[in-house]
C-alpha cells in the first residue's frame, strides 16, 4: 500500500496538534515520523488510521481518497504503546480477534493465529492470558493481532515506548528482520531517534505540528535541514557566532564562509563526534584545556575550555583518550571537521 | 503468611474479623433458628408452607429478581453515561443516584404511592389500562427505585479504568461498535455488573418499608414476606415469623451463593484456560 498525505491540519480545541503536513510512503517502505511528545506525531498516525478524523487535508491510499470513511475499512493494523491487548482473552483469541469480526471460521482463524504466533516467535503460548506474558512478549502479540487480518499497511505508535532500554534494542533489530521478511508498508512514531535512525528507509522530524525534515536516515543525522533537527537528532554543541567578512566566528573558532551581512549573528551546531582532538599542534591549530572528562564506555567526553567563555564538548574514543594521555587540565588542540550553520531574519 | 505486612498481621486480623462477624452477624441469626425450634415440625411446616406464605415467597423472589434485572440493565446504562460523555448537570445526576440509598424508605414509598396513584404518571399510566398502585408491578417499581445506586456504584469504577485504546484496537481490526461491546467492553463490566445485581437482588429481598405503601398488601396477591413477617409479629406469634425468617435466610443465602458461584465460574473459566 501507498500513502500519500496532503496539507493535514488538526486542532484539539485550543491548540493545533497537526499543522499541514504532508509526505508520502511508498509500497513497502519502512518510515519513521520523530519527534519530541507534543510534536504531532502520534496525532498524525491516529488520523492515518482513522480513529481521529481531520480538519482538512486528504489521505489517500492505494490512490484513493480515505479521509472520510470509518476504521473499520481501512484495513490499517494499529499497535499502541500499551500493548491494548484483550484481558478476558488468551492470546490465541486476541490474535484471531480481527478474524472472528469478519466471520471467518473457527477453524481457519486459529490455525491463522498459530502461524501468526509462529512468525512473533511466541510458539506454545497460545493458551496463556496476556497478563501471564511479559511486556516484550505482550508488544510482539498485539503486533501479530494486528497482523492477523492482513491489513495493507502497519500503524506503530512508540510500540517499545514502555519497555526499558535492553529489551527496545531487541525488538527493534527483531522488527527490522520482520520487515524485511514481510515487506508490509509501515509507518513508525517514536521520540527515539537511535530507534527512528536504525529502522527506517525514510524520516520525518516532527516539531510542533509541522514536518521540519524528511529524508533518509544518514541525511537527517549528517544535513540537518534546521536547527531544530540538528539539535533534536544526535548530541550538538550549539554556539551563537558572529559573522565578520563573510567567516563565522565563535571566539577562537573559525566555522568557514557564510555569505550574510557582517556583524550577523548565527547560530552553529557540530557534534561533539566531530571535534577533532589532538596533544600537539598540527592540523589541529585551536588551543585549549581539558576542564572535565566523563567516561561513557566506548567514549570519552571531554570538556575543553578554549578561552574564557567559549568551552566545547568533545567526544573521543577511550582508546585514543588513553592513547593521548588527556587528563584535566591538559592543554590540547581541536578542530571541528563538520558544521552545521543556521541564520534566521529575526535574529540578524 | 510469614511475610511482614503493613496490616498487623495474619493472626489478629483474621481473630477479629471472626469476632466481629460472630457478634454481627451470625449470633442474632443464630438466636432467629433458636427461636424458630421451639416450634414443632408440622407447626413450622404449617407456618412456612401455607398458600399465603408460599404466595408471599413468589412475589418477594420474584419481584426482586425483576427489579435487579431491570436495575442491571439500566444501571450499566446509567453508568455509561455518567462515564462516557461530558454534559451540563452531569454532578447533578451523578448525586441523584445515591438518593435512594440516603432516603428513609417510608418516605420512599409515600413518594412513589402518590406519584403513582393519584398523581400524574398514575392517572396516565392508568388511561392507557396499566396499574402500578397496589399491584406486583408498583412492588417491581419500589424494589427498584431501591436498587438502582448497587449496578451503577459497581460498574462506574471499572468502566472508568477502561482503557480507551483497546477499543479503538478493537475497531481497527474492523469490529463495529457492537461487537467492540460485546466481545471488548461488556466482558470486563461483567464480573462487577453481577455483583452490582447480587447486592441489588438481597437489597430487594430485604425491603419493606418502601413497598408496603405502594403495595397494597392483599394477601395471596400483593403481600411480601417481610410484610407477613410483620403481620405475624404484630400477632404476637413471634416462633411463626422466624420460622419464615428463617426460610427467608436459607434461600436468601442460597440464592448470594448461587450467583457467586456463578461469576466465580465465570472467572475460572479464564483461569482454565491460563492453566493449560
Known sequence: MNIKIEHLRKNFSDFTAVNDVSFTVSESEFVTLLGPSGSGKSTVLRLIAGLESPDSGIIEVNGEDVTRIPVQERKVGFVFQHYALFRHMSILDNIAFGLKVRGVKRSVREAKAKELLHLVGLSGLDRRMPTQLSGGQRQRVALARALAPEPGLLLLDEPFGALDARLRKELRSWLKKLHERIKLTTLLVTHDQEEALELSDKVLVMNQGRIEQEAAPQAIFDKPATEFVAAFVGETNRVEAIVQDGEVYWGPLRFGSYYVPDGSKVTVHFRPNDVYVASQPGEAHTAGVIRSILFLGATESLEIELDKGHTITAHVPTGVAAQSGFHLGKEVYVSVTRSHIFFSLGSA | ?276
Open chain 2, 1 to 276: 503468611m510469614k511475610d511482614k505486612s503493613v496490616i498487623p498481621g495474619f493472626g489478629p486480623t483474621l481473630g477479629f474479623t471472626i469476632f466481629y462477624l460472630s457478634i454481627l452477624v451470625v449470633l442474632p441469626l443464630s438466636m432467629l433458628i433458636l427461636k424458630t425450634t421451639s416450634l414443632t415440625w408440622p407447626a413450622f411446616w404449617e407456618a412456612v408452607a401455607s398458600p399465603r406464605v408460599l404466595a408471599a415467597y413468589r412475589l418477594s423472589f420474584g419481584a426482586s429478581l425483576a427489579a435487579a434485572s431491570i436495575n442491571l440493565v439500566f444501571g450499566l446504562l446509567v453508568a455509561w453515561v455518567l462515564v462516557r460523555y461530558p454534559f451540563p448537570g452531569k454532578g447533578f445526576i451523578d448525586m441523584l443516584i445515591d438518593l435512594p440509598f440516603a432516603l428513609p424508605t417510608a418516605v420512599a414509598g409515600i413518594a412513589l404511592t402518590t406519584a403513582f396513584s393519584s398523581g400524574p404518571i398514575g392517572r396516565t399510566l392508568e388511561s392507557m389500562g396499566i396499574n402500578v398502585a397496589f399491584t406486583p408491578l408498583g412492588i417491581i417499581v419500589a424494589l427498584t427505585f431501591i436498587g438502582l445506586p448497587f449496578v451503577v456504584r459497581t460498574v462506574q469504577p471499572v468502566l472508568k479504568d477502561l482503557d480507551r485504546d483497546v477499543e479503538e484496537a478493537a475497531i481497527c481490526l474492523g469490529a463495529n461498535r457492537w461487537q467492540t461491546f460485546i466481545n471488548v467492553i461488556l466482558p470486563v463490566l461483567l464480573p462487577a455488573a453481577f455483583s452490582g445485581f447480587a447486592m441489588a437482588f438481597a437489597r430487594a429481598l430485604g425491603e419493606y418499608g418502601s413497598v408496603v405503601f405502594i403495595a397494597g398488601n392483599l394477601p395471596m396477591k400483593t403481600e411480601i414476606t417481610p410484610l407477613l413477617i410483620i403481620t405475624k409479629l404484630e400477632q404476637y406469634d413471634y416462633a411463626g415469623a422466624t420460622a419464615i425468617a428463617t426460610v427467608m435466610l436459607f434461600s436468601s443465602f442460597a440464592v448470594l451463593f448461587l450467583i457467586n458461584r456463578l461469576s466465580w465460574w465465570a472467572h475460572t473459566q479464564r483461569s482454565s484456560k491460563e492453566a493449560l
